[in-house]
């Protein structure tokens, strides 16, 4: 919480030499945590007693990292209710430590029993994907990699849909499929399973034009 950022201006120029400067956004933060530290933790407040507490969140969630879905907010998810881990196209990778440990923390250890795996309509992560390979930067190329062979295998389906829209749709909803059967392949889903206590895994997909969440096996783009 150190150092400021140069502020900017509507100009481009100095933010001192602009009446009109956008606010920096660090700034913006910190004064908005404040405002919301001092409510949510004031005297009225039980969590601050609450955080000597051990967590039990009841979900955790892989979602996107797209800035447009507001993962605890569309769900009404409060402090303490959800894991969160996300990445770009929502990926649970057998060969990404992040995936595994949080899917071994979430599942293993907190005990949670209810898992989400939610994409979202106009993903970049995925648009990318449908693509020509270098035009998105090396690492993300790199991650993306798996999403190209979900496309080959879903060739057939997703060329025969002419609209690009609908298209990039349907890819979300079958990513969000394939990345449930990834939790479900993964080693502590299926030691829960041989155990008879398997998480339920929930595949859903957000609409960003109307915040809705929708099945993502129930599809009418299917
Ligand atoms: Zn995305």
Redesign the pocket.
Known sequence: MSGKAPGRCCAGGSKGACSDAWPDPVEAAQAANLEWANARFGPESDLPGRADEPQRPSMLWFG???SR?PIERLAGLGIGDALVHRT???RVASDDPASSATLEFGLGVLGIREVVVC??DR????AAALGEPGAVPEAVETWIEPLRALIERHRETLDAIAEPDVRLRRLVELNVLDQVEAVRRSAVHRRLEQAGDAPRVHGWVYDIATGRLRDAAESPSA
């Open positions: 996107c990292v797209d879905v770009i196209a929502n994409g979202h993903c970049g992560g995925l």
